[in-house]
């Protein structure tokens, strides 16, 4: 049976404080009406200085699922349906980070729980909250679109245990194209490099295509979604969290010094964008969704297609490259 307070304070926990959980607890201790009740992490040290950090009690697992109404899960992928299972069959409502699960029978799984049990599981595909992209998916709608590229890149990172780019990195992306686009593909290639630390992948959508990179071997940090439509060309900057839609491109000649020169100028549009941290946005909709009892923002069924869609291009990398296209069901 769920647990959703009608007036008092929503009791939040975090399980698991590595970096990502840490987050998750800072942004709990600071939203209104919400009291970070407890974090729970097997490693008892991190537990006690991030509780102490943020003014709350280290605690057993056990006591975790006693003393909250909603929970975030942030454990390594393989943790997640038991963890989440577990958390759903006491009553708590969950917000687990990407993916939602290792495989697709468990994602699935778990979202036959949560609906019998009555709980919001929302999956944190946490840039579906980013204002930048909120505003490109306000625009879409309106728009003849023809492609979509996105690169999600940096250089290596100094940690052990680093799964591959496309179920660390492209998986976003991936949500992102699949909401904006409101389906799955069609068809795929892949291909990969760098021991699983680079991918590409061309994904069809119907008449849409979609070019996704991701990489850990760039010395650059990279994070950009471009929208190619029979009216406009829509940049988006992840990071600087702006965006520009280029309008009425065209081509003249002009004379400068008695020369002839070519030049192509088009009309550049920068919409307003509400800037603000993604991840407090993705709190406050999952607080939201479990006050009001509504649906949240990216559902299970949303990370379960995102998975899918991971696995797919994944198989493909790991194929012989001769085998370069997959039908995705």
């Known amino acids: 049976m769920s647990r959703t307070p009608a007036s008092r304070p929503i009791r939040a926990g975090v399980i698991g404080v590595g970096s990502m959980g840490e987050n998750h607890a800072r942004v709990y201790s600071e939203l209104q009406n919400v009291d970070l009740a407890c974090i729970t992490d097997h490693d008892e040290a991190i537990a006690r200085r991030v509780a102490d950090e943020y003014g709350t009690e280290a605690v057993e697992f056990e006591t975790a699922l006693d003393r909250c109404d909603v929970v975030t899960v942030a454990v390594p992928t393989q943790a997640h349906y038991d963890v989440v299972s577990n958390c759903l069959a006491a009553g708590l409502h969950v917000l ?53 590229e996105a690169e999600r890149l940096g250089p290596p990172l100094d940690r052990d245990g680093l799964g591959n780019v496309v179920s660390d990195l492209m998986v976003h992306d991936i949500d992102v194209v699949g909401s904006m686009l409101g389906s799955q593909p069609e068809s795929m290639t892949a291909m990969g490099a760098e021991n699983g630390q680079y991918a590409t992948t061309t994904m069809q959508y119907g008449d849409v295509v979609a070019s996704l990179t991701a990489s850990r071997v760039t010395q650059k940090k990279v994070r950009k979604l471009t929208v190619t439509a029979r009216e406009c060309l829509v940049e988006v900057d992840y990071l600087e969290q702006s965006v520009l839609i280029h309008r009425n491109s065209y081509p003249e000649y002009v004379v400068d010094d008695g020369k002839r020169r070519y030049r192509h100028e088009s009309v550049i549009e920068r919409p307003r964008v509400d800037n603000g941290e993604p991840l407090r946005h993705e709190l406050e909709a999952f607080v939201e969704a479990v006050r009001t009892g509504s649906e949240p923002i990216v559902t299970a069924e949303d990370g379960i297609e995102a998975l899918e869609t991971v696995k797919a291009v994944e198989e493909l990398i790991g194929e012989d490259v001769h085998k370069t296209e997959v039908q995705v069901q």
């Open 96 to 148: 687990v980070e990407k993916p939602i699960a290792e495989t697709t029978e468990q994602g699935r799984a778990l979202a036959e729980q949560a609906d019998r049990e009555g709980v919001v599981l929302q999956v944190g595909h946490i840039e579906r909250f980013n204002p930048a992209v909120q505003t490109v998916t306000d625009l879409i709608d309106d728009l003849d679109v023809i492609s979509l």
